[in-house]
Structure formats: C-alpha cells, structure tokens
C-alpha cells in the first residue's frame, strides 16, 4: 500500500504507537478503524477473563472476521431479493 500517493499515519494500538500508510484521504478511517479496534480489545478484555493483549486482539479479530461475514451474508441475500422483484417486475411489464 506504500508508494509516492500514500500518506503515512500513526495510530495506537495496544498502547503503542504504530505507523502506516494509506491513500490520501483515508487518515481518519484509519485512525478511527485503530481507535474501533482498540475499543474491541477493550471490552474482550471485560467480558472473559483473557488479560493477555495478544489473545484479547485475537478475539476481537475474530469477532471482527464474524461480523464481516455476516453482512456479506446478509448483502448476498439482498441482492438475490432484488433479483427476484427486478425479475418479477420485467415480467409484469414485458405482458
């Protein structure tokens, strides 16, 4: 993602600061992704008994990674959905 277009941004994570590039215009979505992220951490840490910043962070990314998923599965439904009725709408015109 470097390159002479890229900006570079530090962020924290887990206490320390870390630095990395992104497109122009995308500083604040990368800081506020890190400050999300962060935020996560935090509350796996609240809500099991891991202390441990790396297993916390794991946590979270699997968390994350299920989220993620989620949606893809819910955007793929949705876009079936409006296949069908894109569907049943140029059949209801073509008569």
Do not use: W, Y
Not at 14 to 39: I, M, R, T, Y
């Amino acid at each position: 993602m470097s390159g002479p277009q890229s900006q570079r941004v530090t962020v924290e994570l887990l206490g320390k600061e870390h630095e990395f590039s992104c497109p122009p215009g995308q500083e604040h979505a990368l800081v506020a992704a890190a400050q999300n992220l962060n935020d996560l951490v935090e509350q796996m840490k609240q809500r099991s008994s891991v202390r441990n910043d790396q297993k916390a962070l794991l946590m979270a990314a699997l968390h994350l990674s299920h989220e993620l998923l989620e949606v893809k599965s819910q955007q793929a439904e949705q876009e079936q959905q409006h296949d069908s009725l894109i569907d049943k709408l140029s059949q209801h015109l073509s008569i």
